[in-house]
């Protein structure tokens, strides 16, 4: 199969993913509750009350046709209106998809770089005192919840040693990178584990593999047997756990940005859920999951563009 | 053997906090300020006793991460296995399909998502925890099933005239509980990363909750007056998940060696 018709099949697969996952945002938010209306109405059921929040939210049509609606929207970013505060749920995302923008990214740039070279660091010394030390401590912080990892370094670092500024508040975060070192370390700590040890597990097959052999037989240079051989094969299983991270990454944000105060998406989305504000916490379902699925689907075009094998895996 | 020991140690003793500290808790619990310094570790956020949270506030991290990993092997293995063993293959697909897109959701969100909509309640912690877990396990049990489907023995088995129970469930039960162990490590820790991390968000649990991760959350008012009332459940939380993380990492070495 060559890369064009591969694209052409995973993302056929990312287009439906895409669509059951609004269709199942959809049915949860607005389908599957007894009602949300009398949910929204809160400690006085009064009738007139829920009357009119079924009216707002258009509960009083029949499901099919405020689905459809619903759904001719999204690509036009039209998300709905907020409950609350009546402005539109585009509104709320345009506000809060900075600060998020720069955790995720800065935490994929940051990522890899530092898992392969944690992984090959260790692959190339195998068995040494190194590859144990890097192998034991992915295992152990591999599962840590980021919040009780992130009160614990704004403890020691922030308050007993205050060396890093142990909130964001009112900072830019970009204009005072201070802020930002514990939250991406936070952000950054179960990935590279999980990463770094895949990159590894690689790297060692792959130097121990026939084609690694021969190239030495054939006398090429071990520099370039090992990152120009070596690495890409042993980095294809690590993309696509790098697309798997993003699923981490993104429960990661909301945690981290309720931790350091960070005006982002998930603390949008814990406002809302906090106020239950549906419409915007179905418009942030819909950002997040629509954002798993495309990283997903670019990791495994990466992933198949290194080791042209893999099939397409839903 | 060292790696065994500090992983036995830091499971111990969240664990035994966990289970045996309800039992330590006094019936008369006296209030007063907020984070004063009394007792062992200060005052919580509303004047309690923290030692006393930290007592009372391990049991439902660990019970719901324990009832919603076990729930969704109730629920996954034979779910897996029906579609691996069936021998019409739409079923396997209406099976399986689904499950990819319950993979393409972020777990945290399907959690935040449920919770927001069916409101507070352990129960309901329980149910997404396991809703969350359970793809995985179905995917696994299946590529195991489908594994021990094809082997010699089982056709042997099945062309002596076995009974299906023999076959389908005593047969291919006991050569998949190997896969199925190793994998438990995993997904117990996952279990305790979403249970506690909903916890700390305020999915699931009320506010005032005696729970170690609600105490993080809640306590953090107070990070520079009293660091422990924050410090301590949080370290207890990582002590169980690392702790757990190394015992069956050294069970999985010791199995394949």
């Known amino acids: ?314 | 053997m060292k790696r065994a020991g500090i992983g036995g140690l830091l499971i111990v003793v969240p664990l035994a906090l966990a289970l045996l500290g309800p039992l330590f808790v006094p019936e008369q619990q006296t209030r007063s300020a907020p984070f004063m310094p009394q007792g062992l570790l200060g005052t919580d956020f509303v004047g309690r006793d923290a030692w006393h949270q930290v007592l009372a506030g391990g049991q439902t991290v660990v019970l719901v991460a324990l009832l919603a990993t076990a729930l969704s092997y109730v629920a996954g293995v034979p779910y897996g296995v029906v579609a691996a063993t069936t021998r019409l293959r739409l079923v396997d697909e209406v099976l399986m399909r689904p499950l990819d897109v319950l993979l393409a959701v972020p777990s945290l969100l399907v959690l935040i998502l449920v919770a927001a909509i069916s409101g507070p309640g352990l129960l309901v912690l329980v149910g997404v925890v396991t809703l969350v877990n359970f793809p995985d396990v179905a995917r696994l049990s299946r590529a195991a099933a489908l594994e021990i489907a094809g082997r010699p023995a089982l056709e042997a088995m099945r062309m002596q005239g076995e009974s299906w129970w023999q076959t389908s469930i005593v047969y291919t039960g006991r050569s998949m509980l190997r896969t199925l162990a190793a994998d438990l490590g995993v997904r117990l820790t996952a279990a305790l990363y979403l249970v506690a991390s909903a916890s700390f968000l305020g999915v699931g649990v009320p506010p005032d909750a005696a729970d170690w991760a609600v105490m993080v959350d809640r306590n953090r008012g107070g990070l520079f007056l009293q660091p422990l009332t924050v410090v301590v459940p949080a370290l207890l939380i990582v002590a169980l998940s690392v702790g757990v993380n190394l015992v069956f990492d050294r069970a999985l070495r010791q199995v394949r060696t």
């Open chain 1, 1 to 314: 199969m060559n890369l064009a018709s591969y694209t052409a099949r995973r993302a056929a697969l990312g287009l439906v993913q895409v669509l059951a996952v609004v269709t199942l945002v959809f049915v949860l938010v607005q389908a599957l509750p007894g009602d949300a209306a009398v949910a929204l109405a809160g400690d006085n059921p009064d009738p007139a009350r829920i009357a009119q929040i079924r009216a707002a939210m258009g509960l009083d049509r029949p499901v099919l046709e405020r689905f459809v609606e619903w759904l001719a929207g999204l690509p036009r970013l039209d998300f709905g209106v907020s409950l609350v505060s009546g402005r539109p749920v585009s509104e709320f995302l345009f506000g809060a998809i900075g600060p998020t923008a720069v955790l995720a990214t800065l935490t994929l740039v940051l990522l890899l770089p530092i898992s392969v070279m944690a992984g090959v660091l260790a692959a190339l010394r195998e068995g040494s005192l190194l590859d144990r030390a890097l192998t034991s401590i992915s295992v152990a912080l591999h599962s840590i919840p980021e919040f009780a990892l992130a009160v614990v370094l704004i403890a020691v670092f922030g308050v007993q040693l205050a060396w890093l500024p142990p909130t964001a508040v009112g900072a830019d975060l970009l204009s005072q990178p201070a802020v930002l070192v514990l939250p991406l370390v936070v952000l950054l700590a179960r990935p590279i584990c999980s990463i770094s040890r895949l990159v590894r597990a690689g790297m060692v097959d792959a130097l121990a593999s026939d084609y690694v052999r021969h190239a030495r037989r054939l006398g090429l240079g071990e520099t370039r047997i090992r990152f120009a051989h070596a690495l890409p094969n042993a980095l294809a299983p690590a993309v696509q756990q790098v697309a798997r991270t993003t699923d981490w990454l993104l429960g990661g944000v909301i945690v981290v940005e309720a931790v350091f105060v960070i005006p982002g998406l998930g603390t949008v989305l814990v406002d809302a859920v906090a106020g239950r504000d549906l419409p915007v916490v179905q418009g942030l379902a819909v950002v997040f999951a629509v954002s798993t699925v495309a990283v997903n689907l670019v990791a495994d075009l990466v992933a198949f563009r290194l080791a042209p094998r893999t099939e397409v895996v839903a």
